[in-house]
């Protein structure tokens, strides 16, 4: 079972910018689909990103253009560059995982396993 960690999160103005990594032990990640989700307070969980064992991408209507998710498997982590940050990015941002080669839908039934999740507050 892979264990994932996020770091990265904090307190940033409108429009400025932060990148969150996800750490993974007890696996190799490249062999997982991984994704980005968030939850706002008093909301669900929302997906934001996944990047899979080829690559490919996806995102969420309201990341594009703005976000952008990367994968370094030597380091086993991956990234979620996040550029132009709005009010309403202002959540807490999970990475999860999920075994083998896929283009998944962007909820969070499909993955398996999560990390603890980081702060990210965009406020003036």
């Known amino acids: 079972q892979v264990q994932l960690v996020e770091s990265g999160g904090g307190l940033v103005q409108p429009g400025g910018s932060l990148r969150l990594s996800c750490v993974a032990s007890?696996?190799?990640?490249?062999?997982?689909?991984i994704g980005w989700f968030r939850q706002a307070p008093g909301k669900g969980r929302e997906g934001v990103s996944y990047?899979?064992?080829?690559?490919?991408?996806k995102y969420a209507d309201s990341v594009k253009g703005r976000f952008t998710i990367s994968r370094d498997n030597a380091k086993n982590t991956v990234y979620l560059q996040m550029n132009s940050l709005k009010l309403e990015d202002t959540a807490v941002y999970y990475c999860?995982?999920?075994?083998?080669?896929?283009?998944?839908?962007?909820?969070?039934?499909?993955?398996?396993?999560w990390g603890q999740g980081t702060q990210v507050t965009v406020s003036a």
């Open positions: 007890g696996s190799t990640l490249d062999s997982y689909v």
């Open positions: 990047i899979n064992r080829g690559r490919s991408t």
């Open positions: 999860a995982a999920e075994f083998g080669d896929y283009d998944p839908p962007l909820v969070a039934d499909f993955f398996g396993s």
